[in-house]
């Protein structure tokens, strides 16, 4: 039986309950998204999808993917990640075009940074990554902290 997103996000919420580890992952979590999000845009894009647009490139398409994984969890939440996946990749953007050949560098560094401070969160919890557990909740991470936006705001996930 698969799980459903409040089955996820409880599992994952359990091995961050120490309040230094919430704090770092709300600091880590979004930003490794946004990371990662920079590495698939420097993937090169062939010639035929930037025909069809400038922003035919493996990170938009990566991104509907992930949306869509969202919307299997979670209708009104995929909506929320939806707009973040759309912030993200226009910071990934606009980076790109005001330092080109900077990108991946620069997100590699704090992709390497963010990392090190989740893990040190982790020793303070001392419990292990949920990832370990299961790779899934690499994606999970961004999902429990949008689900946390939603409450504040009374939003239904």
Same mark, same amino acid.
């Not at 999808?49 to 992930?66: K, Q, R, T, Y």
């Not at 969890?73 to 790109?96: E, R």
């Not at 969160?121 to 001392?126: P, S």
């Given at each position: 039986?698969?799980?459903?997103?409040?089955? /996820?996000?409880?599992?994952?919420?359990?091995?961050?309950?120490?309040?230094?580890? %919430?704090?770092?992952? /709300? +600091?880590? =979590? !979004?930003?490794? *998204?946004?990371? @990662?999000?920079? +590495?698939? *845009? @420097?993937?090169?894009? !062939?010639?035929?999808?930037?025909?069809? $647009?400038?922003?035919?490139?493996?990170? $938009?398409?990566?991104? =509907?993917?992930?949306?869509?994984?969202?919307?299997?969890?979670?209708? !009104?939440?995929?909506?929320?990640m939806a707009a973040f996946t759309a912030l993200c990749y226009f910071i990934v953007v606009s980076f790109d075009a005001a330092f080109?050949?900077?990108?991946?560098?620069?997100?590699?560094?704090? +992709? @390497? &940074?963010? /990392?090190?401070?989740?893990?040190?969160?982790?020793?303070?919890?001392? %419990?292990?990554?949920?990832? *370990? %557990?299961? =790779?899934? &909740?690499?994606?999970?991470?961004?999902? /429990?902290?949008?689900?946390?936006?939603?409450? %504040?705001?009374?939003?239904?996930?």
């Amino acid at each position: 039986m698969a799980k459903n997103i409040q089955q /996820w996000l409880d599992e994952y919420g359990a091995s961050h309950q120490n309040k230094v580890n %919430k704090r770092i992952h /709300w +600091f880590c =979590v !979004p930003q490794i *998204f946004l990371t @990662v999000m920079a +590495f698939v *845009f @420097v993937i090169p894009t !062939p010639a035929a999808m930037l025909e069809v $647009s400038p922003h035919l490139n493996w990170a $938009s398409i990566v991104s =509907v993917g992930i949306v869509m994984y969202y919307g299997m969890l979670s209708l !009104p939440l995929s909506i929320g990640m939806a707009a973040f996946t759309a912030l993200c990749y226009f910071i990934v953007v606009s980076f790109d075009a005001a330092f080109p050949g900077y990108l991946l560098p620069a997100a590699g560094g704090y +992709f @390497v &940074f963010l /990392w090190a401070l989740q893990f040190y969160g982790h020793e303070v919890e001392g %419990k292990k990554p949920s990832f *370990f %557990k299961d =790779v899934q &909740f690499l994606m999970i991470g961004p999902a /429990w902290c949008m689900s946390f936006i939603y409450g %504040k705001m009374g939003l239904k996930y």
